[in-house]
Protein backbone atom coordinates (compact mmCIF):
# COMPACT_ATOMS: atom_id res chain seq x y z
CA UNK A 1 0.00 0.00 0.00
CA UNK A 2 1.29 3.22 -1.13
CA UNK A 3 0.16 5.03 1.85
CA UNK A 4 2.08 3.26 4.01
CA UNK A 5 5.22 4.02 2.37
CA UNK A 6 4.40 7.70 1.89
CA UNK A 7 3.46 7.21 6.00
CA UNK A 8 6.65 5.72 6.57
CA UNK A 9 8.81 8.02 4.41
CA UNK A 10 7.06 10.75 6.77
CA UNK A 11 8.09 9.13 10.05
CA UNK A 12 11.78 8.49 8.78
CA UNK A 13 12.30 12.05 8.20
CA UNK A 14 10.73 12.63 11.77
CA UNK A 15 13.57 10.64 13.18
CA UNK A 16 11.75 7.19 14.00
CA UNK A 17 11.98 3.39 12.71
CA UNK A 18 9.91 2.50 9.84
CA UNK A 19 7.08 0.20 10.47
CA UNK A 20 4.83 -1.16 7.90
CA UNK A 21 2.04 -2.86 10.36
CA UNK A 22 1.71 0.65 12.27
CA UNK A 23 2.34 2.85 8.76
CA UNK A 24 -0.52 0.71 7.52
CA UNK A 25 -2.93 1.28 10.24
CA UNK A 26 -1.70 5.16 10.54
CA UNK A 27 -2.25 5.77 7.19
CA UNK A 28 -5.82 4.06 7.03
CA UNK A 29 -6.40 6.63 9.94
CA UNK A 30 -5.08 9.69 7.49
CA UNK A 31 -7.13 8.46 4.48
CA UNK A 32 -10.47 8.17 6.96
CA UNK A 33 -9.79 12.20 7.75
CA UNK A 34 -8.85 12.84 3.99
CA UNK A 35 -12.19 11.81 3.14
CA UNK A 36 -13.79 14.03 5.59
CA UNK A 37 -12.38 17.08 4.08
CA UNK A 38 -13.35 15.45 0.52
CA UNK A 39 -9.60 15.27 -0.67
CA UNK A 40 -10.19 11.95 -3.11
CA UNK A 41 -7.79 13.50 -5.16
CA UNK A 42 -4.91 13.52 -2.76
CA UNK A 43 -5.77 9.70 -1.60
CA UNK A 44 -5.31 8.89 -5.34
CA UNK A 45 -2.60 10.34 -6.14
CA UNK A 46 -0.62 8.75 -2.26
CA UNK A 47 -1.91 5.43 -3.76
CA UNK A 48 -0.87 5.57 -7.11
CA UNK A 49 2.71 6.64 -5.78
CA UNK A 50 5.10 3.75 -6.50
CA UNK A 51 7.53 5.44 -4.21
CA UNK A 52 5.76 6.74 -1.40
CA UNK A 53 7.21 10.70 -2.35
CA UNK A 54 4.27 13.02 -2.99
CA UNK A 55 4.20 16.56 -4.45
CA UNK A 56 3.71 19.43 -1.95
CA UNK A 57 -0.08 19.86 -2.06
CA UNK A 58 -0.41 16.41 -1.30
CA UNK A 59 2.47 16.25 1.10
CA UNK A 60 0.42 18.86 3.33
CA UNK A 61 -2.79 17.07 2.67
CA UNK A 62 -1.34 14.06 4.12
CA UNK A 63 0.58 16.36 7.30
CA UNK A 64 -2.70 17.44 8.01
CA UNK A 65 -4.15 14.52 8.42
CA UNK A 66 -1.29 13.17 10.47
CA UNK A 67 -1.26 15.92 12.88
CA UNK A 68 -5.56 15.58 12.88
CA UNK A 69 -5.27 11.38 13.46
CA UNK A 70 -2.11 12.01 16.38
CA UNK A 71 -2.85 15.50 17.98
CA UNK A 72 -6.16 16.41 17.10
CA UNK A 73 -5.31 19.47 15.27
CA UNK A 74 -3.68 20.41 11.65
CA UNK A 75 -0.06 20.47 11.47
CA UNK A 76 1.67 23.99 12.08
CA UNK A 77 1.72 26.36 10.00
CA UNK A 78 4.76 28.43 8.87
CA UNK A 79 5.11 31.12 11.06
CA UNK A 80 2.65 29.94 13.61
CA UNK A 81 4.06 30.92 17.32
CA UNK A 82 7.00 28.17 18.75
CA UNK A 83 4.51 27.82 21.81
CA UNK A 84 2.33 26.38 19.75
CA UNK A 85 4.13 24.67 17.15
CA UNK A 86 6.16 23.26 20.71
CA UNK A 87 3.11 21.95 22.22
CA UNK A 88 2.23 20.50 19.08
CA UNK A 89 5.47 19.07 18.49
CA UNK A 90 5.69 17.75 22.30
CA UNK A 91 1.83 16.25 21.73
CA UNK A 92 2.92 14.26 18.20
CA UNK A 93 5.94 12.25 19.73
CA UNK A 94 3.81 10.92 22.84
CA UNK A 95 1.10 9.89 20.46
CA UNK A 96 3.46 8.38 18.09
CA UNK A 97 5.04 6.52 20.69
CA UNK A 98 1.78 5.41 22.09
CA UNK A 99 1.03 3.97 18.80
CA UNK A 100 4.41 2.19 18.94
CA UNK A 101 6.48 3.87 16.45
CA UNK A 102 10.18 3.98 17.96
CA UNK A 103 12.92 6.70 17.22
CA UNK A 104 15.49 5.53 14.72
CA UNK A 105 18.69 4.92 16.80
CA UNK A 106 21.74 7.39 16.42
CA UNK A 107 23.75 6.13 13.58
CA UNK A 108 26.74 4.38 14.76
CA UNK A 109 30.18 6.66 13.58
CA UNK A 110 33.13 4.95 12.10
CA UNK A 111 36.64 3.77 14.22
CA UNK A 112 37.74 6.95 16.43
CA UNK A 113 41.12 7.99 16.03
CA UNK A 114 43.69 7.76 18.41
Excluded at 30 to 42: F, G, H, I, M, N
Excluded at 63 to 91: H, M, Q, T
Amino acid sequence: MSGAMAINKIISKLGYQQNTALADALWLSCKEQLKKRALSDTIEHIESSTTGGLDTLEREDLYDALGEVLVGRAWPLNGEPDSSANKFCEALVKSLYDRGFRAQPPEAEGPSAH
